[in-house]
């Protein structure tokens, strides 16, 4: 049975699950320079809840879950669902498939890299209860991703990427289409997974890092979803 979506928005009442991509077990990517992605999604997935919060949105919850991977996937999914989220937001760092990695020394040890893409994107799921509003929730983020003058990650409808390929939904503000994530197509919110950046690539890995970098992402979040609300 369907959820039925928020009749409006009211941003004291609004409940905004954002999760922090992967585990401390399961930790996702590694960076470039060797830092895991469990680390960049903590620090970003925290900085957002907190802009939010301070926006008005008291009930912002930051999620961290334990675990091997599949099994807190479904965590997330039963978190959110028990708690009647109005908004799932999942958030992430970017790589690429194995087979365009390169290999650098760094540190003293051997890494891995791909300088030859770069930029965050936005995901959303057909078979989520609410993908029409899931759309317009990440086409909010990315313009807003956008107007901070980031731009997004065009290789997903490339066939190098293989079984990462996409369709591409919205071609100026890079939302795709994944059907296949759990913590998209079972939540019974509205639910969008932010790729913030690419911590393979050398040079993104140092301003995802930064700040200024952060701070971007954590205000086009927040712009966006009081953009929602004013227009519900």
Same mark, same amino acid.
């Given at each position: 049975m369907?959820?039925?979506?928020?009749?409006?928005?009211?941003?004291?009442? =609004?409940?905004?699950?954002v999760?922090?991509?992967?585990?401390?077990?399961?930790?996702?990517?590694?960076?470039?320079?060797?830092?895991?992605?469990?680390?960049?999604?903590?620090?970003?997935a925290?900085?957002?809840?907190a802009?939010?919060?301070?926006?008005?949105?008291?009930?912002t919850?930051?999620?961290?879950?334990?675990?091997?991977a599949?099994?807190?996937? =479904?965590?997330?999914?039963?978190?959110?669902?028990?708690?009647?989220?109005?908004?799932?937001?999942?958030?992430?760092?970017?790589?690429?498939?194995?087979?365009?990695?390169?290999?650098?020394?760094?540190?003293?040890?051997?890494?891995y890299f791909?300088?030859? =893409?770069s930029?965050?994107?936005?995901?959303?799921s057909?078979?989520?209860p609410?993908?029409a509003?899931?759309?317009?929730?990440?086409? #909010?983020?990315?313009?807003?991703?956008?107007?901070?003058?980031?731009h997004?990650?065009?290789?997903?409808?490339?066939?190098?990427?293989g079984?990462?390929?996409?369709q591409?939904?919205?071609?100026?503000?890079?939302?795709?289409?994944?059907?296949?994530?759990?913590?998209?197509s079972r939540?019974?919110?509205?639910?969008?997974?932010?790729?913030?950046?690419?911590?393979?690539?050398?040079?993104?890995? #140092?301003? #995802?890092?930064?700040?200024?970098?952060?701070?971007?992402?954590?205000?086009?979040?927040?712009?966006?979803?009081?953009?929602?609300?004013e227009?519900r």
């Amino acid at each position: 049975m369907r959820a039925a979506a928020p009749a409006k928005c009211e941003m004291p009442k =609004f409940r905004i699950v954002v999760d922090v991509g992967h585990t401390p077990d399961s930790y996702g990517a590694l960076s470039a320079r060797n830092d895991p992605e469990f680390g960049f999604n903590f620090r970003l997935a925290s900085l957002i809840a907190a802009r939010l919060k301070s926006e008005g949105f008291a009930a912002t919850r930051l999620l961290v879950t334990d675990g091997k991977a599949r099994a807190s996937l =479904f965590k997330r999914v039963s978190v959110a669902n028990d708690g009647r989220a109005d908004l799932f937001l999942s958030v992430h760092h970017d790589s690429v498939p194995d087979k365009l990695l390169e290999s650098w020394e760094f540190d003293g040890a051997t890494s891995y890299f791909s300088d030859r =893409f770069s930029g965050h994107s936005l995901f959303v799921s057909h078979q989520n209860p609410h993908f029409a509003t899931s759309l317009l929730l990440a086409r #909010m983020i990315g313009r807003q991703l956008k107007e901070q003058g980031l731009h997004y990650a065009r290789q997903y409808t490339l066939p190098v990427m293989g079984r990462y390929r996409h369709q591409l939904l919205d071609k100026d503000v890079g939302v795709y289409r994944y059907d296949g994530l759990v913590v998209l197509s079972r939540t019974r919110s509205a639910a969008v997974l932010l790729e913030a950046g690419s911590i393979i690539n050398r040079d993104e890995e #140092m301003e #995802m890092n930064s700040s200024e970098r952060q701070e971007a992402v954590a205000e086009a979040v927040a712009a966006a979803m009081r953009e929602f609300c004013e227009r519900r």
